[in-house]
C-alpha cells in the first residue's frame, strides 16, 4: 500500500506560482509511475502530467505545458508540480496519484486527499 498526501496549495493571484507537493509513505514510490490530476466543481476529474519512476519521461496536457514541471525525487520519496503563470482556469482541487503509465485515472491505484488550489483574476 501507498499512502499520498499533498501539500501546497492556496489561493494565488493569476500570473502567480505554487508548488505543490505529493509526499509517500508505506512504500517506495520509486517503482510507480506519479501524476496529478486535477478536478474542478461540477467537471470530471482531469489528467495534469506525469512522471515515470525513472523521471526521465514526462507528459502534459496541453493546459499544462509551457506551465507546469512535474519532478521527482525518488530519496524523498516525493513527487513535486511547480506551476507557473497560473490563471483562474486552474483552480481546482490537485491530486497525485500513484500506478501505471497513462493519463486516464483508472491507471493509478493510489490516490492522495487533494489540495485545493485557487486563482483570483
Known amino acids: 500500500q501507498v499512502q499520498l498526501v499533498e501539500s501546497g496549495g492556496g489561493l494565488v493571484q493569476a500570473g502567480g506560482s505554487l508548488r505543490l507537493s505529493c509526499a509517500a509513505s508505506?512504500?517506495?514510490?520509486?517503482?510507480?509511475?506519479v501524476a496529478w490530476f486535477r478536478q474542478a466543481p461540477g467537471k470530471e476529474r482531469e489528467f495534469v502530467a506525469t512522471?515515470?519512476?525513472?523521471?526521465?519521461?514526462?507528459y502534459y496536457a496541453d493546459s499544462a505545458k509551457d506551465r507546469f514541471t512535474i519532478s521527482r525525487d525518488n530519496v524523498k520519496n516525493t513527487v513535486y508540480l511547480q506551476m507557473n503563470t497560473l490563471k483562474p482556469e486552474d483552480t481546482a482541487v490537485y491530486y497525485c496519484?500513484?500506478?501505471?503509465?497513462?493519463?486516464?485515472?483508472?491507471?493509478?491505484?493510489?490516490w492522495g486527499q487533494g489540495t485545493q488550489v485557487t486563482v483570483s483574476s
Open positions: 496519484a500513484a500506478g501505471r503509465w497513462g493519463t486516464v485515472p483508472n491507471n493509478y491505484d493510489y
Open positions: 508505506g512504500r517506495t514510490l520509486s517503482s510507480y509511475t
Open positions: 512522471i515515470r519512476w525513472s523521471g526521465t519521461t514526462t
